[in-house]
């Protein structure tokens, strides 16, 4: 067993209670239970060790090379907290059993709380900051999923997204800091961050960093001012809240604060932003939930509270304010976690949550009335409980610090008064639901809930109870553990008895109860007091603050895209002209190589033409056929170029694809308008003609750079190789069908996917078909002329004896399947063109899909069958017969690929230009065919 | 040579880049089919400039580059299967959207849009 052990098996445990839910609610809690035990008990395991000081860590080598690295480790602080979340875990997954009624879909539920369980243990369980927070952002996200259980309520939708928008804002944040802090250190390693806290307070961006990670943490624990999307979470299931707001997520932010207590802690920032935001988020909270009617509103703002306290402990600066500080998280997650489920059993058994509904229910439930008490006198501070004793650390703490300089008095004054508040509010939960007088319009009349519901209460309870009569010998060990875990020194004296004698903590103590119960007594007037304001919902003030930035988003980004693909594409080329022109003037070339070869009168004479038709083309756009000509003027001097400059594959296919394109054009064009208004502004053409200048500029420029350095090339392997090891003499070829087969294979299927899209395009479209031309003339009656009918009709096998032969020859000699295929596509469409669709149709009754699909099976066909012959994927097979009357010939498994590609450039020419053809007459296609 | 070569290269991404600027869609295609000879004359002459070196075994001295040639060549293709996509495209773009405006509606009459809330017509 390992610590990594724990996420797998709690991962594990997620799709559990999914798979169980079948078996009824009972088995499918208890298989529930079972990962969280597994996980607790394993860490029970390991509690000898680690309160013996021993630190357990555990590395995992992920991706050594990108440096990532996954790590646990478990001091006393981790300890601690793993114990609360799987401890508390499992009560409130028993708990839950009772809650949920049979109708609503536990699964769900089980698996979503699995989910956040395993995300806090593996927050507190992390030796790696990233880890760390992967794990942080999963609680975000998976407390969402539960806080939004209920999604048909309003209120649970609401209250989910504000706190994910809160907490993951704040995790963003976070991730900012410990970005910064693995800067800084040099290693996101938590042990060597721990280590490097004189290095972290030194560096210059200290405040930075200590900001980013404060604010991580407290929105996550609802500090003020992020308080205010926790009272907004109770909209969740009740077991929910009771897991969350005691032992989890707002308890992840304050472990935070506690891990990075020895890294960014001990300076006056530090002292001065954690202690004010404590403070008044403790007073603040106490006073708030004193005037809550709903329970949970009121146990929600003195979770607030409370929260404020432990940070308001961790921000002074005597050390014994951080033990004190570990012991509250302890004792407020046991005694909160009991109310809630105090509050949910109120809630499940009456219908309600509303205190003035609520009254005199000791008569119906004194067993719950009687648990409800002793946790409520625990969060109130009354001796010989939990809550009391860290509360007596606190209010000592408070006198014995000098944080705030002169104004240093301050906190213990509004830590009594907090105190009173607390006393108040807690009197108020009792009073006023249990006694009080009556019950009136409730729901459901009252009963005491199934005895298994009280059984986590239970738990709960006697722990407050031994712990606050036993402290020391229950959590000692763990709290000092914890402590040195935090302070990484030598841990300060301190006693965790119940007695320390007449001092002031215990005045201050007492002047809170006495002051606490002489507020509920005046309640009436404060309550007067506090109606005259206007009750200001954080909801709508958050909605709109939402809304604000949804609106401001949307300014921008209508400013910025307004939907004109023109302008993008001008912005994209401005940006592109940016990033090259930049290096480009940074950059000297020293042209080594520069040009060495004289130019011909033909060559002038060509690039001349070459630029004249280029331009004419843009001059001429708008006369849509006249730049069409044009066009093709420079795409043949591209092909006559390519020949002369020893490429006569290339100049083969581009004067096949350069009539095949021809026809595509002149088709379409059939059916788009023939001329172009003109709607450019002059500015807009003069910016255009810039844009298009410079990246012309830019481009000639790079080519010049680097055709005129010398060449080193790979292809000297190819030449050398590409008779005795792909049997060909034409390198290009040989290149394209052996050496590159991969590739070509890859090509071909482009292509045909292409050819598919466009058949799927050209599906049941609907075109007007026009009957005249841009002069008004008709078009011609005589659609199939008789010359071109016989002369095409007689050079069709011409054409495919000669696309036959180069086919053949292609291995050797210019040539190929490439241009093959362009030539039998061809002339096939020339006979579209001489005879018209209705002639063909019968004649011709090809599938030009089959055909695309045929040529790509042939050609992978013969890559994998080297398989057969136990050679790597493509490799080609030829060897020398003689033949008798034809002499020796040569057979290469090349010619089959080659054969394939032929196919696929057949299939997906005509399959374009055959089915744009058919659009204009009646046999168009149609989505089923 | 290699400057004349260049330069044509440069004015043929020019056209092409102008044309891919404009408003109708026809224009981009033509734009398109022109960048894509520059860009095919571009990487080809990655493999240098050679005269009468065919890449055929045993017909000259010194061979061109076969490599680029190859890979020009599938581009020449791939590229002509890309400019028909897009031509088909733009006409099921008239089809279904009635123009052949690359944005798929008229560009605000901005003079309009300002008489009219100046209040004149």
């Known amino acids: 067993m390992s610590l990594f052990w724990i996420s797998v098996i709690m991962m594990l445990g997620v799709i559990v209670p999914v798979l169980t839910e079948r078996y009824g609610r009972t088995v499918n809690t208890l298989f529930t239970m079972l990962a969280p035990a597994i996980a607790l008990a394993y860490i029970g395991s390991l509690i000898p060790a680690v309160l013996a000081g021993e630190v357990i860590t555990e590395t995992f080598e992920w991706i050594p090379a990108a440096g990532l690295v996954l790590s646990m480790r478990l001091d006393g602080l981790a300890l601690m907290f793993a114990l609360l979340i799987l401890g508390i875990g499992l009560l409130i997954i028993f708990y839950a059993r009772y809650y949920l009624s049979a109708s609503e879909a536990a699964g769900r539920f089980y698996a979503y709380l699995i989910l956040f369980m395993t995300a806090m243990l593996s927050i507190v369980l992390a030796n790696n900051v990233l880890q760390l927070w992967m794990a942080w952002e999963v609680t975000s996200i998976s407390s969402f999923l539960l806080i939004s259980f209920w999604s048909a309520k309003t209120e649970s939708r609401k209250g989910a997204r504000m706190a994910l928008t809160v907490t993951g804002a704040g995790g963003l944040a976070l991730l900012a800091g410990l970005l910064l802090i693995g800067d800084i250190v040099g290693s996101y390693n938590l042990e060597v961050i721990l280590a490097s806290g004189d290095l972290i307070r030194e560096h210059m961006l200290y405040p930075v960093v200590l900001i980013l990670v404060l604010l991580g943490a407290f929105t996550k624990s609802a500090q003020f001012p992020f308080h205010f999307w926790l009272p907004h979470a109770m909209a969740a299931p009740t077991p929910v809240s009771a897991y969350l707001h005691s032992a989890t997520m707002v308890k992840a932010g304050i472990f935070l604060l506690a891990r990075f207590y020895p890294v960014l802690n001990g300076t006056d920032m530090w002292f001065l932003i954690v202690t004010m935001a404590g403070l008044v988020t403790l007073v603040l909270g106490a006073y708030v939930a004193l005037f809550k009617h709903d329970l949970k509103g009121l146990l929600a703002y003195s979770t607030v509270s409370h929260l404020g306290l432990i940070v308001l402990l961790l921000g002074l600066d005597t050390q014994l304010a951080a033990v004190a500080a570990l012991f509250h998280i302890m004792n407020h997650a046991v005694f909160k976690a009991s109310l809630f489920m105090a509050a949910g059993i109120i809630d499940h058994e009456t219908g309600t949550r509303d205190m003035r509904q609520l009254s005199g229910l000791w008569r119906f439930m004194p067993h719950t009335a009687t648990l409800a008490m002793v946790a409520a006198a625990s969060m109130a501070g009354v001796p010989l409980l939990n809550g009391f004793l860290s509360k007596e650390m606190f209010f000592a703490e408070s006198i014995n610090q000098e944080t705030l300089g002169f104004l240093s008095w301050m906190v213990p004054v509004l830590a009594t008064l907090a105190g009173i ?16 007088g009556e019950p009136e319009g409730l729901p459901k009349s009252p009963h005491e809930p199934p005895r298994f519901m009280k059984i986590p209460v239970e738990i709960l309870i006697a722990l407050c109870l031994i712990v606050g009569m036993f402290p020391a010998f229950v959590v000692g060990d763990l709290l000092a553990s914890a402590s040195t875990a935090v302070l990484r020194t030598e841990l300060p004296y301190y006693s965790l008895s119940i007695w320390h004698g007449f001092n002031i903590p215990l005045l201050m103590s007492i002047i809170a109860i006495v002051g606490g119960i002489v507020v509920y007594a005046v309640r009436r007037h404060l309550f007067r007091f506090q109606a005259q304001f206007a009750e200001s919902d954080a909801k709508l003030v ?85 730049a069409l000509v044009t066009l093709s003027v420079v795409g043949l001097i591209v092909s006559v170029a390519f020949a002369r400059f020893s490429a006569p594959d290339l100049a083969l296919t581009q004067l096949a694809v350069e009539v095949a394109a021809v026809i595509l054009l002149i088709l379409a064009l059939y059916f788009l308008p023939k001329n172009t208004r003109t709607e450019s502004s002059p500015s807009r053409v003069a910016r255009d003609i810039g844009i298009a200048a410079a990246i012309g500029g830019i481009v000639a420029t790079i080519n010049y750079a680097f055709i005129t350095q010398p060449l080193d090339s790979i292809s000297d392997f190819y030449l050398a190789n590409s008779k005795t090891g792909g049997g060909g003499t034409n390198a290009v070829n040989v290149i394209l069908v052996d050496f590159r087969g991969l590739d070509t294979l890859g090509e071909i299927l482009v292509l045909g996917i292409a050819a598919l899209g466009i058949f799927k395009l050209l599906a049941d479209i609907k075109l007007s078909m026009i009957s005249a031309n841009e002069r008004g003339l008709p078009w011609s009656e005589d659609k199939h002329p008789p010359i071109l009918v016989m002369i095409s009709q007689s050079l069709l096998p011409l054409a495919l004896l000669v696309s036959f032969y180069i086919f053949l020859r292609g291995h050797n000699m210019p040539g190929g399947g490439f241009i093959a295929g362009l030539i039998t596509s061809i002339a096939l469409i020339q006979q579209y063109i001489a005879h018209g669709v209705d002639w063909i149709k019968p004649r011709l009754t090809i599938n030009y899909q089959s055909l695309i699909a045929w040529g790509v099976l042939i050609a992978a066909f013969t890559g994998i069958a080297s398989w057969a012959f136990g050679v790597p994927f493509m490799t080609t097979w030829f060897d020398y017969f003689d033949i008798p009357l034809i002499g020796e010939i040569e057979l290469a498994s090349a010619l089959v690929f080659d054969l394939g590609v032929y196919l696929t450039v057949v299939g997906a020419t005509l399959l374009i230009l055959a089915n744009l053809g058919k659009l204009t007459s009646v046999h168009r296609p149609t989505a089923e065919e | 040579m290699e400057t004349l070569y260049v330069v044509c290269v440069g004015v043929i991404t020019a056209c092409g880049v102008f044309l891919c600027l404009r408003g109708r869609t026809f224009s981009i295609v033509v734009g398109l089919t022109m960048l894509s000879y520059a860009v095919n004359l571009f990487l080809f002459s990655s493999g240098r400039l050679h005269l009468d070196g ?16 190859a890979l020009v060549l599938t581009a020449i293709v791939i590229g002509f299967a890309m400019i028909a996509f897009v031509v088909i495209l733009a006409m099921r773009g008239r089809a279904d959207l009635g123009n052949d405006l690359v944005d798929g509606r008229e560009p605000p009459d901005t003079k309009k849009l300002v008489n009219s809330s100046r209040g004149k017509v």
Request: net charge negative.
């Open chain 1, 542 to 626: 958050f909605e709109g603050m939402v809304q604000w930035l949804v609106n401001a988003a949307t300014r921008v980004d209508e400013a910025l895209s307004n939907g004109s693909l023109q302008r993008y594409v001008a912005a994209l080329l401005t940006f592109a002209i940016l990033l090259t022109a930049v290096p480009l003037l940074n950059h000297n070339v020293t042209l080594t190589h520069p040009d060495n070869q004289p130019v011909t009168f033909v060559e002038v004479v060509a690039a001349v033409l070459l630029c004249l038709s280029a331009i004419a083309t843009v001059i001429y756009h708008r006369k849509r056929a006249l």
């Open chain 1, 421 to 436: 508040f607390a006393v108040a509010y807690s009197l108020r939960f009792i009073h006023d639901v249990f006694f009080n």
């Open chain 2, 54 to 69: 065919a890449a055929v075994l045993g017909t000259s001295e010194q061979y061109a580059d076969p490599l680029p040639q």
